[in-house]
């Protein structure tokens, strides 16, 4: 244990701003903790055989509006705080945590970490100060959670007249604003503390429209780690909406998805969605150090088209997905995974890291301080190719446009996937005709990297909305993609 606990934290920012760059001083008022009560933590308390050990505090505020049939339905804001502590040893890991942020109640909470790691026997050591300073990725001049509320009522109202009175089949609209302000102190057996503040918000659009006694539902939404007024830019929340009813009227006249194996397209954006649930997932270090992805002990082969290069990156400013630093203190980073059909790496937490002999990515990410963290995803996505997207879709004799999906599984062991498209077209000679519904794409994530055979020069990331679990852990995470040609899909589709 270093004799004084060592400071990552930015330079004080200038008066006007209230962004992340704060002194050490703000984090310990905060948590009402010094460098000697952390240096007491880890440093006694954990005293025993363990190789490494971290105290994770966190302060959060949840802020949640919600307009139903043109009345605010839902005005909530909850406040908590708490603190974690880990224990290592070899592959056993200790964790505690408590949300009496007192002195006596994490002493104990590092007592029991401490009790559940050390009984695997190893060499005691400790984890290094990282080579790499947190980065500066959302200075915001005023929180989300800090923005007038008259403001966002107002906001959401606007937003339920837009939609109805874009065409008058619509019935009924659902219009949400949550927003969130999460504080954090990482302090490590090895003597050094980061802190970080996270602001994070998301508006969501929900529209449902009905003719001749068939309803159908429309959503849309975005946000990010962006203050209120981002919704208010170039009227971005006017695109949501229309966007929203859009979907749903397309769905009114849709036609019945068709069954078998077709060539598929999918669309710039949100479609990464697939490329993450099918393919990322089996890129994170602990189902690669278990040996249970597809992806296991395949570095340096042959696994995608040469076409694919799949990236994922937690330092795009503001991204929904983007930290300045990961749940456990080390600074994120753009990890290239597969690069042009070859397996790279893998995204890592420090401990899967450690027993892996590789450097941890900055992908160490936990839901709360509940919660030890894993490896995860940030933002990640396919980079672009050379192709004209229009050129992909007139590419295809006969096969299916995905624009979005609402949802879908996985089996990590395989890749193999189901999906449901909620909005499509048809590809009929080289050009997009009728919407459809009841699409579900099924496959194999390493196998539809194979067949990728066209590449768009249009890369796109989500508008801001993804959230991905594991092991009963949520996280905001982005994805993306350029328009790809995927050289046979099975659809499941209802079309008799």
């Not at 050990?53 to 966190?58: I, N, P, R, T, V």
């Not at 602990?286 to 570095?299: E, L, M, Q």
């Given at each position: ?15 006007e ?52 049939e ?97 065409d ?44 001749d ?70 890129l ?55 690069e ?40 990640t ?16 004799p ?73 092991d ?21 589709g209802?079309?008799?």
């Amino acid at each position: 244990m270093n004799g004084n606990m060592k400071s990552l934290f930015p330079m004080k920012p200038s008066p006007e701003t209230q962004d992340i760059a704060r002194p050490q001083r703000f984090f310990e008022d905060r948590f009402g903790m010094t460098s000697s009560l952390l240096e007491r933590l880890l440093g006694s308390a954990l005293v025993g055989r363990v190789e490494d050990a971290d105290l994770y505090l966190e302060y959060r505020v949840d802020e949640e509006l919600l307009l139903e049939e043109g009345a605010v339905k839902k005005a909530s804001r909850h406040v908590s705080q708490g603190a974690g502590v880990r224990a290592q040893s070899g592959e056993r890991t200790g964790y505690a945590h408590t949300d009496d942020v007192t002195l006596g109640s994490l002493e104990e909470a590092a007592r029991q970490a401490r009790a559940i790691a050390e009984r695997a026997a190893s060499d005691a050591v400790v984890a290094v100060k990282p080579d790499r300073r947190p980065h500066d990725l959302y200075s915001l001049a005023v929180t989300p959670v800090a923005a007038d509320v008259s403001g966002k009522v107002a906001l959401l109202r606007r937003i339920d007249e837009a939609a109805r009175g874009a065409d008058p089949r619509v019935r009924q609209v659902i219009a949400s604003l949550s927003s969130e302000e999460q504080i954090i102190l990482i302090a490590t057996a090895s003597g050094w503390t980061v802190g970080d503040v996270r602001p994070l918000t998301r508006l969501s659009v929900t529209v449902i429209a009905e003719q001749d006694g068939r309803r159908e539902v429309g959503s849309y939404g975005g946000g990010g780690r962006v203050p209120f007024d981002f919704f208010l830019e170039e009227e971005r929340w006017k695109r949501f909406a229309g966007t929203a009813v859009k979907q749903a009227l397309l769905k009114l006249r849709a036609v019945e998805a068709p069954a078998g194996t077709l060539t598929v397209v999918l669309g710039p954006g949100w479609p990464g969605i697939l490329l993450h649930e099918a393919v990322g997932h089996g890129l994170e270090g602990d189902f690669n150090r278990k040996k249970v992805s597809a992806f296991a002990g395949r570095i340096g082969e042959p696994v995608a088209s040469p076409l694919v290069t799949v990236v994922d990156d937690g330092t795009l400013p503001n991204r929904r997905g983007s930290l300045n630093v990961d749940d456990e203190g080390t600074a994120t980073g753009r990890n290239v995974l597969i690069e042009n059909g070859v397996l790279r790496g893998y995204m890592q937490d420090r401990l899967n890291a450690r027993l892996m002999g590789m450097a941890p990515t900055g992908n160490g990410r936990r839901e709360s301080y509940a919660y030890p963290p894993m490896p995860r995803m940030t933002n990640t996505f396919m980079l672009a190719g050379e192709d004209d997207p229009e050129d992909i879709i007139r590419s295809v004799p006969y096969g299916l446009y995905a624009v979005a999906f609402s949802g879908g599984q996985v089996d990590i062991t395989n890749g193999k996937f189901v999906f449901s498209a909620s909005e499509a077209y048809l590809i009929e000679d080289g050009k997009l005709t009728a919407p459809v519904k009841g699409a579900t794409l099924i496959g194999s994530g390493p196998e539809v990297l194979k067949r990728v055979s066209r590449v768009g020069r249009d890369l796109s990331l989500d508008e801001g909305v993804g959230t991905c679990g594991k092991d009963g852990q949520s996280v905001p995470v982005g994805v993306g993609l350029p328009t790809i040609r995927v050289d046979g899909i099975t659809v499941g589709g209802t079309q008799v």
